[in-house]
């Protein structure tokens, strides 16, 4: 399996009518990616705006942001089990815009799930410089919902983790949405000459090389893999070129996640570019999911040990939960992989506040590797914003969201998360 | 330039008085240093002086109320620039003494403190978050050692000058965040850190995973029909309106209440503030998280010797663990006066 990405560096997006790359700008038909929203029913309208950094604008309800790409060679296609047959992807050439992001958001819907929900983009000020999509040309995309989808009854949730049926649905009808506007964008740089390409493969290489797993907590809780949104709980095999492809969609309701950083995931992309070099990268362990009971936490730990023990790993780089009882899950398949003598490290968030709080809501002394990825309850003040997109208010009706905020930093949509391209991180003294 | 003014804090033995045979001896003071405070004398140099020592018994300044105020109200009498407490090693009760002296020292006079224990010592891990603590050897064999950094520190608290990292200047970690920006990428850093424990060289985690200590379980009762028990829960049951302002979470207080002769907690008396879990069906029945109706069964059945007097009850949500070690100390000392001899304990 050998993936080419190959990157076309976006530097400008106007909004005209029509698709068009040239010379490195990018030119979208907002009523052709209207009536490609449109073509599911869960939709009344759709709205397509353009926003770029520097803009006095704050984007709020955002659900998930994408990376437009498209396949040029090879088997299947990007965002599988969406937009393209559910078939191994990963090998052959795929083209990205590099710069530009597809960015959903969606007011809550009846029954909707409040949990983790809030997460905006500035587009200027020290949220800009915060956020990773500050920084990105952003296609936002902003939804109506058919009130058909939300019969008498879609309100009463039951599970407030999960919300309702009918209000999950629809997030996955603005997921599913978002994926085909990203892969119609990503169509215009199929004939362009991209401006580096970089391959992925993981060849056979010197036996004496440390093999690594990367075992992955699924950071959305439970991520769509194939278009397929199912607990992961007894772990399951990927390879690294799989998530390039768009394999992996996050979901919005997660402790935190964006399929962009799926698509560009730099703890694999690192571990595949030292592959042969410094290590054997000898694939991708994903796990976890809403565990509610210890026995489920010792399968769920138990199955990622195993996993990367039938690789016959040497060490393991984990990406795992804090904050909620998915610490346990995390923590006992770190302890167990240690104690198959598979050296771990870990990347992580904090959530602790005050001195008095270590910041861990479980721990082993076996995780004695960490790498501290930010705090996500870190407050942040941000500014006014002139313009407000994606809904009139947050979740939490004090705020006014147009003014200046105090908000944790996970509100921030991708400032704190341990996929691994932010420096942020947490001294403790 | 005008001479600092030191008072040094020391227990009964380092004060010369006695050991544990004199640990009720009440607080005192004497004029100049004493003890190990001559060392510390020298570690001062000419840029403060030992004014006064005051002291206490361990058992004393640990159990009696109020002892701690006592303990700083010989202390103001001095007019201090600096309190220097201990250093305690590996001391448990000195150890708490100093930690409470030192930050009661601070709230009330405003003066540069400082304190040295052995890291183990169970009073570092409550009270490194709050004042400077010298690490130090387990025994008084590292006292000049421990003396001389914890003298350093305290001149420089005393002329306002900002404290290094505690790496870097020797004091037990404090657990104060500072956000920043690393130099690279988390990606680098984790990608390096496996790849140095991989091959056994050296490495360094970022964050230190918190030290968990087993308790070992108490031995069980010898014959439960003679013994005196108790009921104890985290559930945050407390008499309905919450008089005592009981936290629903980070609960800072454990409350007692009496059940002398009550048989029963009827709904309409009692409710739960416990903020971590839906409370509707405790709020119906309140014996479904203390069981007093059962327990006062088993006490007209003979099974159990006599319910003790008190309920005793906080909220175990999102507690912070020095203060919920802190409610088991206090309310095993309470059962301990009581000759209670067994816990119920019920949590949620």
């Known amino acids: ?429 | 330039m005008t001479t600092l003014r030191v008072v040094h804090y020391l227990n009964q033995f380092f004060a010369g008085i006695g050991s544990e045979d004199k640990a009720d001896t009440p607080p005192g003071r004497r004029e100049g240093p004493t003890g190990p405070g001559r060392l510390l004398q020298q570690s001062l140099g000419d840029r403060a002086q030992v004014v006064t020592t005051v002291y206490c018994g361990d058992n004393h300044v640990g159990e009696k109320p109020g002892a701690v105020e006592d303990v700083v109200g010989l202390i103001a009498e001095a007019q201090p620039d600096i309190v220097i407490a201990g250093p305690a090693f590996s001391a448990g009760r000195y150890g708490l003494a100093c930690g409470a002296v030192a930050v009661r020292a601070r709230e009330r006079l405003g003066v540069a403190v400082v304190t040295g224990m052995h890291p183990d010592n169970a009073a570092a891990e409550i009270y490194r978050t709050k004042v400077p603590i010298v690490p130090t050897e387990k025994t008084a064999t590292g006292m000049a050692e421990a003396l001389s950094v914890m003298a350093r520190l305290a001149l420089r608290l005393a002329a306002h000058e900002p404290l290094g990292s505690p790496r870097q200047e020797g004091y037990l970690p404090t657990g104060h965040r500072v956000f920043h920006e690393a130099a690279r990428p988390a990606t680098d850093r984790a990608v390096e850190m496996l790849l140095r424990k991989v091959r056994g060289e050296r490495y360094t985690t970022e964050w230190e995973v918190p030290r968990y200590t087993l308790v070992p379980p108490a031995p069980p009762l010898r014959d439960p029909a003679t013994a005196k028990i108790a009921l104890v829960t985290t559930g945050g049951l407390v008499p309905t309106g919450n008089p005592d302002r009981l936290e629903s979470g980070y609960a800072t207080k454990w409350l007692r209440y009496s059940i002398k002769g009550v048989s029963e907690l009827p709904p309409e008396r009692w409710q739960s503030v416990h903020g971590g879990f839906d409370t509707t069906l405790i709020n119906l029945d309140p014996h479904r998280v203390v069981p007093l109706d059962v327990a006062r069964e088993l006490e007209r059945e003979g099974a159990i010797g006599s319910l003790f007097d008190e309920l005793f009850t906080t909220t175990g949500n999102t507690s912070v663990i020095p203060d919920i070690r802190r409610f088991a100390r206090e309310m095993t000392q309470a059962f301990k006066v009581a000759g209670v001899e067994g816990v119920i304990l019920t949590s949620t």
């Open chain 1, 1 to 429: 399996m050998r993936l080419e990405v190959g990157s076309v560096r976006v530097r400008d997006v106007q909004l005209d009518g029509r698709v068009a790359l040239d010379d490195h700008a990018l030119t979208i038909d907002g009523e052709e990616l209207r009536r490609l929203i449109l073509e599911d029913p869960h939709f009344a309208d759709a709205r397509v705006s353009v926003v770029k950094p520097g803009e006095s604008v704050r984007i709020v309800n955002v659900i998930d942001v994408v990376e437009p790409r498209w396949k040029v060679r090879g088997a299947g296609g990007v965002f599988p089990g969406f937009v393209s047959p559910a078939v191994t992807v990963g090998d052959g050439c795929t083209h990205r815009l590099a710069g530009v992001a597809v960015v959903e958001s969606a007011a809550p819907v009846p029954g909707e799930s409040t949990v983790f929900r809030e997460r905006l983009i500035d587009m200027a000020g020290p949220g800009a410089d915060l956020s990773p999509f500050g920084r990105t040309l952003n296609v936002v995309l902003e939804f109506t919902p058919n009130p058909a989808s939300f019969p008498p009854g879609s309100e009463d949730v039951k599970d407030v983790l999960s919300g309702g049926p009918e209000a999950a649905e629809y997030t996955t009808a603005v997921q599913a949405a978002g994926l085909r506007v990203a892969a119609r964008l990503g169509r215009a740089a199929a004939a362009a000459t991209p401006d580096d390409v970089e391959a992925f493969e993981l060849p056979p290489c010197d036996g004496a090389l440390p093999r690594v797993v990367c075992a992955i907590q699924g950071l959305s809780l439970t991520a769509f893999l194939y278009g397929i949104r199912v607990p992961l709980t007894l772990g399951t095999l990927v390879h690294p070129n799989e998530f390039f492809d768009g394999a992996v969609v996050e979901w919005n309701r997660g402790y935190a996640g964006a399929t962009y950083w799926a698509e560009n995931h730099p703890l694999l992309a690192e571990l595949c570019r030292r592959h042969g070099r410094d290590l054997n990268f000898v694939g991708v362990v994903l796990f976890g999911g809403v565990t509610t009971t210890t026995a489920d936490k010792e399968a769920c730990s138990s199955a990622a040990a195993k996993i990367a023990g039938l690789l016959r790993a040497d060490a393991a780089l984990f990406i795992g939960i804090n904050g909620s009882n998915h610490a346990v899950d995390l923590m006992l398949a770190i302890q167990k992989c240690e104690r198959l003598g598979i050296k771990t490290t870990l990347v992580y968030n904090d959530v602790g506040e005050g001195p008095d709080d270590p910041g861990f809501i479980f721990a082993v002394p076996e995780a004695n590797a960490i790498v501290n990825a930010g705090s996500r309850v870190q407050k942040v003040t941000l500014p006014r914003m002139a313009r407000l997109i994606g809904g009139q208010r947050l979740m939490d009706p004090a705020i006014d969201p147009r003014g200046a905020i105090t908000v944790p930093m996970r509100y921030l949509h991708s400032a704190v998360d341990p996929y691994g391209h932010s420096r942020m991180t947490v001294r403790f003294e």
